[in-house]
Protein backbone atom coordinates (compact mmCIF):
# COMPACT_ATOMS: atom_id res chain seq x y z
CA UNK A 1 0.00 0.00 0.00
CA UNK A 2 1.45 3.70 -0.85
CA UNK A 3 2.24 6.04 1.84
CA UNK A 4 -0.39 8.49 2.63
CA UNK A 5 1.09 11.60 2.00
CA UNK A 6 2.25 13.76 4.93
CA UNK A 7 -0.15 16.44 6.32
CA UNK A 8 1.09 19.54 6.44
CA UNK A 9 2.50 20.98 9.48
CA UNK A 10 -0.21 24.25 11.00
CA UNK A 11 0.83 27.12 13.21
CA UNK A 12 -1.80 25.27 15.47
CA UNK A 13 0.25 22.36 15.48
CA UNK A 14 3.40 24.50 16.55
CA UNK A 15 1.69 26.54 19.13
CA UNK A 16 0.03 22.77 20.92
CA UNK A 17 3.33 21.05 20.95
CA UNK A 18 5.46 24.33 22.61
CA UNK A 19 2.29 25.03 25.18
CA UNK A 20 1.31 28.67 23.79
CA UNK A 21 -1.30 30.27 21.66
CA UNK A 22 -1.29 30.58 17.99
CA UNK A 23 -0.81 34.53 18.79
CA UNK A 24 2.19 33.57 20.51
CA UNK A 25 3.66 31.41 17.99
CA UNK A 26 3.08 33.74 15.22
CA UNK A 27 4.70 36.55 16.95
CA UNK A 28 7.32 34.66 18.17
CA UNK A 29 8.25 33.32 14.76
CA UNK A 30 7.62 36.94 13.16
CA UNK A 31 9.70 38.26 15.73
CA UNK A 32 6.92 40.24 16.73
CA UNK A 33 6.74 42.19 20.36
CA UNK A 34 5.56 40.85 23.51
CA UNK A 35 6.72 37.39 23.67
CA UNK A 36 9.90 36.82 26.01
CA UNK A 37 12.86 35.22 24.95
CA UNK A 38 12.75 31.83 26.30
CA UNK A 39 9.61 31.51 24.87
CA UNK A 40 10.24 32.63 21.32
CA UNK A 41 13.29 30.24 21.17
CA UNK A 42 11.27 27.74 22.26
CA UNK A 43 8.95 28.32 19.51
CA UNK A 44 11.52 28.72 17.06
CA UNK A 45 13.13 25.17 17.96
CA UNK A 46 9.22 23.13 18.03
CA UNK A 47 8.37 24.84 14.48
CA UNK A 48 12.00 23.17 13.18
CA UNK A 49 11.66 20.32 14.10
CA UNK A 50 7.97 19.86 13.24
CA UNK A 51 9.35 21.02 9.83
CA UNK A 52 6.81 24.00 10.26
CA UNK A 53 7.20 26.66 6.88
CA UNK A 54 4.44 29.33 6.74
CA UNK A 55 1.92 29.79 3.89
CA UNK A 56 2.94 32.12 1.13
CA UNK A 57 -0.12 33.57 1.63
CA UNK A 58 0.59 34.46 5.31
CA UNK A 59 4.08 35.69 4.42
CA UNK A 60 3.13 37.70 1.60
CA UNK A 61 0.10 39.19 3.74
CA UNK A 62 2.47 39.89 6.64
CA UNK A 63 5.51 41.38 4.71
CA UNK A 64 6.16 44.88 5.87
CA UNK A 65 2.52 45.28 7.85
CA UNK A 66 0.89 45.25 11.13
CA UNK A 67 -0.65 42.15 10.95
CA UNK A 68 -3.63 44.05 12.39
CA UNK A 69 -7.13 44.51 10.78
CA UNK A 70 -9.40 46.33 12.68
CA UNK A 71 -13.36 45.66 12.80
CA UNK A 72 -15.60 49.08 13.63
CA UNK A 73 -19.28 48.37 14.39
CA UNK A 74 -22.27 50.06 15.98
CA UNK A 75 -23.81 47.13 17.82
CA UNK A 76 -21.32 45.02 19.58
CA UNK A 77 -24.43 43.59 21.64
CA UNK A 78 -26.75 43.17 18.57
CA UNK A 79 -27.80 39.67 18.27
CA UNK A 80 -26.46 40.00 14.31
CA UNK A 81 -23.68 41.44 14.14
CA UNK A 82 -21.87 39.11 17.12
CA UNK A 83 -21.89 35.97 14.20
CA UNK A 84 -21.04 38.46 11.88
CA UNK A 85 -17.99 39.27 14.00
CA UNK A 86 -16.86 35.95 15.09
CA UNK A 87 -17.04 34.94 11.03
CA UNK A 88 -14.91 37.76 10.84
CA UNK A 89 -12.14 37.10 13.47
CA UNK A 90 -12.34 33.28 12.95
CA UNK A 91 -11.05 34.23 9.37
CA UNK A 92 -8.66 36.62 10.50
CA UNK A 93 -7.07 34.72 12.83
CA UNK A 94 -6.88 31.66 10.41
CA UNK A 95 -5.17 33.64 8.43
CA UNK A 96 -2.70 34.94 11.20
CA UNK A 97 -4.17 38.55 11.60
CA UNK A 98 -4.81 40.23 14.82
CA UNK A 99 -8.18 41.68 15.61
CA UNK A 100 -8.77 45.50 17.13
CA UNK A 101 -12.52 45.51 17.65
CA UNK A 102 -14.14 48.82 18.17
CA UNK A 103 -17.68 49.83 19.32
CA UNK A 104 -19.30 53.20 18.05
CA UNK A 105 -22.56 52.76 19.56
CA UNK A 106 -24.27 54.20 17.24
CA UNK A 107 -22.51 57.46 17.60
CA UNK A 108 -21.04 59.18 14.62
CA UNK A 109 -18.22 61.39 16.72
CA UNK A 110 -17.59 58.45 18.35
CA UNK A 111 -16.77 56.34 15.01
CA UNK A 112 -14.49 58.92 13.84
CA UNK A 113 -12.75 59.01 16.79
CA UNK A 114 -12.39 55.37 16.56
CA UNK A 115 -11.22 55.30 13.20
CA UNK A 116 -8.64 58.24 13.39
CA UNK A 117 -7.14 55.73 16.32
CA UNK A 118 -7.09 52.69 14.12
CA UNK A 119 -5.55 54.22 11.42
CA UNK A 120 -2.52 55.47 14.35
CA UNK A 121 -2.70 51.86 14.84
CA UNK A 122 -1.15 51.39 11.51
CA UNK A 123 -4.34 48.61 10.53
CA UNK A 124 -3.98 47.00 7.54
CA UNK A 125 -7.06 46.48 7.00
CA UNK A 126 -10.84 47.62 8.13
CA UNK A 127 -14.32 45.55 8.25
CA UNK A 128 -17.15 48.23 9.17
CA UNK A 129 -20.21 46.19 10.68
CA UNK A 130 -23.54 47.39 10.65
CA UNK A 131 -26.35 47.41 13.38
CA UNK A 132 -29.61 46.22 13.78
CA UNK A 133 -30.68 47.79 10.40
CA UNK A 134 -29.78 46.48 6.64
CA UNK A 135 -30.04 50.23 5.04
CA UNK A 136 -27.41 51.67 3.19
CA UNK A 137 -24.75 53.60 6.12
CA UNK A 138 -22.19 56.50 5.39
CA UNK A 139 -19.41 56.17 4.09
CA UNK A 140 -16.19 56.41 5.40
CA UNK A 141 -14.73 57.85 2.22
CA UNK A 142 -12.65 57.04 0.06
CA UNK A 143 -9.23 58.71 0.80
CA UNK A 144 -8.50 56.00 3.37
CA UNK A 145 -4.60 54.47 2.85
CA UNK A 146 -6.29 50.58 3.34
CA UNK A 147 -8.64 48.22 2.41
CA UNK A 148 -12.36 48.67 3.58
CA UNK A 149 -15.08 46.13 3.66
CA UNK A 150 -18.86 46.97 4.46
CA UNK A 151 -20.49 44.18 6.36
CA UNK A 152 -24.35 43.69 6.73
CA UNK A 153 -25.55 47.00 6.33
CA UNK A 154 -23.62 48.40 2.81
CA UNK A 155 -21.91 52.06 2.34
CA UNK A 156 -23.99 54.36 0.38
CA UNK A 157 -21.26 55.07 -1.93
CA UNK A 158 -21.18 52.69 -5.00
CA UNK A 159 -17.58 52.69 -5.14
CA UNK A 160 -17.07 51.02 -1.84
CA UNK A 161 -16.57 46.84 -1.24
CA UNK A 162 -19.81 46.19 0.71
CA UNK A 163 -21.34 42.58 0.87
CA UNK A 164 -24.70 42.04 2.73
CA UNK A 165 -27.13 38.96 2.93
CA UNK A 166 -29.72 38.68 0.39
CA UNK A 167 -32.98 39.57 2.05
CA UNK A 168 -35.05 39.53 -1.23
CA UNK A 169 -33.67 36.01 -1.90
CA UNK A 170 -34.99 35.00 1.15
CA UNK A 171 -38.57 35.92 0.86
CA UNK A 172 -38.20 34.05 -2.66
CA UNK A 173 -37.18 31.50 -0.96
CA UNK A 174 -39.89 30.87 1.68
CA UNK A 175 -42.37 31.61 -0.94
CA UNK A 176 -40.93 28.50 -2.84
CA UNK A 177 -40.70 26.72 -0.31
CA UNK A 178 -44.70 26.56 1.31
CA UNK A 179 -45.63 26.64 -2.40
CA UNK A 180 -43.66 23.39 -2.78
CA UNK A 181 -45.15 21.65 0.01
CA UNK A 182 -48.76 22.42 -1.40
CA UNK A 183 -49.67 25.70 0.35
CA UNK A 184 -51.37 28.36 -1.67
CA UNK A 185 -52.91 30.96 0.58
CA UNK A 186 -49.94 32.54 1.97
CA UNK A 187 -49.91 35.27 4.28
CA UNK A 188 -46.46 38.08 4.96
CA UNK A 189 -46.23 39.29 8.57
CA UNK A 190 -44.17 41.81 7.91
CA UNK A 191 -42.29 43.97 10.69
CA UNK A 192 -41.18 48.05 10.91
CA UNK A 193 -42.51 48.96 7.60
CA UNK A 194 -39.13 51.66 7.54
CA UNK A 195 -36.80 48.93 7.74
CA UNK A 196 -35.53 47.63 3.99
CA UNK A 197 -35.19 44.08 5.28
CA UNK A 198 -39.15 43.93 5.96
CA UNK A 199 -40.14 44.98 2.66
CA UNK A 200 -37.47 43.42 0.72
CA UNK A 201 -38.46 40.00 2.14
CA UNK A 202 -41.73 40.68 1.42
CA UNK A 203 -40.88 41.44 -2.55
CA UNK A 204 -39.55 38.60 -2.70
CA UNK A 205 -41.95 36.61 -1.51
CA UNK A 206 -44.83 38.63 -3.72
CA UNK A 207 -41.95 37.92 -6.85
CA UNK A 208 -41.83 34.40 -6.65
CA UNK A 209 -45.85 33.92 -5.77
CA UNK A 210 -46.36 35.85 -8.91
CA UNK A 211 -44.31 33.45 -11.20
CA UNK A 212 -46.05 30.84 -9.76
CA UNK A 213 -49.73 31.96 -10.39
CA UNK A 214 -50.22 32.83 -6.35
CA UNK A 215 -50.55 36.61 -4.57
CA UNK A 216 -49.18 37.37 -1.40
CA UNK A 217 -51.51 38.45 1.28
CA UNK A 218 -50.50 40.81 3.46
CA UNK A 219 -51.77 42.41 6.47
CA UNK A 220 -54.48 45.13 6.19
CA UNK A 221 -52.29 47.86 8.31
CA UNK A 222 -49.29 50.00 7.21
CA UNK A 223 -48.07 50.52 10.26
CA UNK A 224 -46.14 47.04 12.43
CA UNK A 225 -43.01 46.98 14.21
CA UNK A 226 -40.60 43.52 15.40
CA UNK A 227 -42.65 43.34 18.24
CA UNK A 228 -44.22 40.05 18.87
CA UNK A 229 -47.37 42.24 20.03
CA UNK A 230 -47.13 43.17 16.99
CA UNK A 231 -46.92 39.51 15.68
CA UNK A 232 -50.01 38.86 17.25
CA UNK A 233 -52.18 41.28 16.36
CA UNK A 234 -51.22 40.98 12.47
CA UNK A 235 -52.07 37.23 12.18
CA UNK A 236 -55.34 38.00 14.31
CA UNK A 237 -56.40 40.84 11.75
CA UNK A 238 -55.31 38.29 8.62
CA UNK A 239 -57.09 35.46 9.59
CA UNK A 240 -60.20 37.19 10.30
CA UNK A 241 -59.67 38.65 7.21
CA UNK A 242 -58.75 35.65 4.92
CA UNK A 243 -59.87 32.65 7.12
CA UNK A 244 -58.26 30.33 4.32
CA UNK A 245 -55.22 30.66 4.98
CA UNK A 246 -52.91 28.21 4.79
CA UNK A 247 -49.37 29.34 5.74
CA UNK A 248 -47.73 32.16 7.26
CA UNK A 249 -43.79 34.13 6.29
CA UNK A 250 -42.88 36.00 9.22
CA UNK A 251 -40.57 38.79 8.81
CA UNK A 252 -38.50 37.41 12.00
CA UNK A 253 -38.43 34.50 13.99
CA UNK A 254 -40.17 36.57 17.05
CA UNK A 255 -42.93 37.35 14.89
CA UNK A 256 -43.16 34.00 13.35
CA UNK A 257 -43.73 32.89 17.30
CA UNK A 258 -46.35 35.59 17.47
CA UNK A 259 -48.29 33.69 15.05
CA UNK A 260 -47.81 30.22 16.99
CA UNK A 261 -49.60 31.55 19.99
CA UNK A 262 -52.19 33.10 17.80
CA UNK A 263 -52.58 29.65 15.94
CA UNK A 264 -53.05 27.67 19.12
CA UNK A 265 -55.22 29.80 20.74
CA UNK A 266 -57.80 29.58 17.97
CA UNK A 267 -57.33 25.34 17.90
CA UNK A 268 -55.54 25.59 14.22
CA UNK A 269 -53.06 22.73 13.72
CA UNK A 270 -48.79 23.54 12.97
CA UNK A 271 -48.07 22.30 10.39
CA UNK A 272 -51.48 20.20 9.45
CA UNK A 273 -53.55 23.20 9.39
CA UNK A 274 -50.98 26.47 8.82
CA UNK A 275 -47.66 26.38 7.96
CA UNK A 276 -45.57 28.87 9.61
CA UNK A 277 -42.01 29.95 8.77
CA UNK A 278 -39.46 32.73 10.03
CA UNK A 279 -36.29 34.58 9.21
CA UNK A 280 -33.46 34.93 10.62
CA UNK A 281 -32.84 31.15 11.97
CA UNK A 282 -32.40 32.40 15.57
CA UNK A 283 -31.51 29.38 17.54
CA UNK A 284 -32.89 30.60 21.12
CA UNK A 285 -36.69 30.62 19.37
CA UNK A 286 -36.15 28.00 16.48
CA UNK A 287 -35.24 25.27 18.45
CA UNK A 288 -37.49 25.87 21.62
CA UNK A 289 -40.78 26.56 19.18
CA UNK A 290 -43.03 23.81 19.63
CA UNK A 291 -43.58 23.03 16.62
CA UNK A 292 -39.34 24.04 15.79
CA UNK A 293 -39.70 26.51 13.07
CA UNK A 294 -38.89 26.46 9.99
CA UNK A 295 -36.78 29.89 9.22
CA UNK A 296 -34.41 31.53 6.16
CA UNK A 297 -30.83 31.54 7.69
CA UNK A 298 -29.28 34.78 6.53
CA UNK A 299 -25.45 32.92 7.24
CA UNK A 300 -24.31 35.58 9.10
CA UNK A 301 -21.26 34.28 10.21
CA UNK A 302 -20.39 32.91 6.81
CA UNK A 303 -20.59 36.63 5.39
CA UNK A 304 -18.64 37.47 8.19
CA UNK A 305 -15.92 35.59 6.92
CA UNK A 306 -16.84 36.78 3.43
CA UNK A 307 -16.23 40.22 4.44
CA UNK A 308 -12.34 39.31 5.81
CA UNK A 309 -11.98 37.02 3.02
CA UNK A 310 -12.27 40.14 0.70
CA UNK A 311 -9.55 42.30 3.11
CA UNK A 312 -7.02 39.10 2.13
CA UNK A 313 -7.64 39.17 -1.48
CA UNK A 314 -6.80 43.00 -1.04
CA UNK A 315 -4.31 42.48 1.10
CA UNK A 316 -2.72 40.18 -1.63
CA UNK A 317 -2.84 42.38 -4.53
CA UNK A 318 -5.74 41.37 -6.01
CA UNK A 319 -8.57 43.52 -7.63
CA UNK A 320 -11.66 43.27 -5.55
CA UNK A 321 -14.86 44.65 -7.17
CA UNK A 322 -16.76 48.02 -5.54
CA UNK A 323 -20.33 47.56 -5.24
CA UNK A 324 -22.75 45.39 -2.84
CA UNK A 325 -22.26 41.69 -3.14
CA UNK A 326 -25.26 40.56 -1.76
CA UNK A 327 -24.35 36.72 -0.02
CA UNK A 328 -26.98 33.72 -0.92
CA UNK A 329 -29.11 32.78 2.40
CA UNK A 330 -31.23 29.46 2.91
CA UNK A 331 -34.24 27.81 4.11
CA UNK A 332 -33.76 25.50 7.16
CA UNK A 333 -36.87 23.48 7.12
CA UNK A 334 -38.47 21.78 10.47
CA UNK A 335 -41.47 20.88 11.82
CA UNK A 336 -43.68 24.51 11.55
CA UNK A 337 -43.89 23.74 7.68
CA UNK A 338 -43.24 19.78 6.88
CA UNK A 339 -43.27 17.36 9.73
CA UNK A 340 -40.27 15.67 10.84
CA UNK A 341 -40.87 12.52 9.62
CA UNK A 342 -39.96 14.05 5.72
CA UNK A 343 -38.17 16.92 6.85
CA UNK A 344 -34.53 17.82 6.59
CA UNK A 345 -32.38 20.58 7.54
Same mark, same amino acid.
Given at each position: ?7 ? !? ?7 ? *? ?19 ? /???? !? ?5 ? $? ?39 ? *??? *? ?29 ? #? ?7 ? /? ?34 ? #? ?14 ? @? ?30 ? &? ?7 ? &? ?20 ? @? ?52 ? $? #? ?41
Amino acid at each position: MADRPRRE !VTLADVARA *AGVSKSTASKALRDKYGVGAD /TRTR !VREVAEK $LGFRPSAVARQLTAGRTGTVGILTNDLEGRFVIPILAGAED *ALG *AGELSVILCDARGDAIRERRHLRTLLERRID #GLIVVGGAR /TEPRPSLGRDLPLPVVYAYAPSADPEDVSVAADDRL #GGLLAAEHLWSIGRRS @IAYIGGDPTYDASRERAEGARAALAALGGELI &TAPMSAGSW &TERWGRLATARLLDEQPGIDAF @IAASDMLARAALDVLRDRRLRVPDDVAVMGFDNWPIIVTNTRPELTSVDLGLQE $L #GRYAASRIFAALSGEEVAPGLDLRPVRVVVRDSTVRNDVAAD
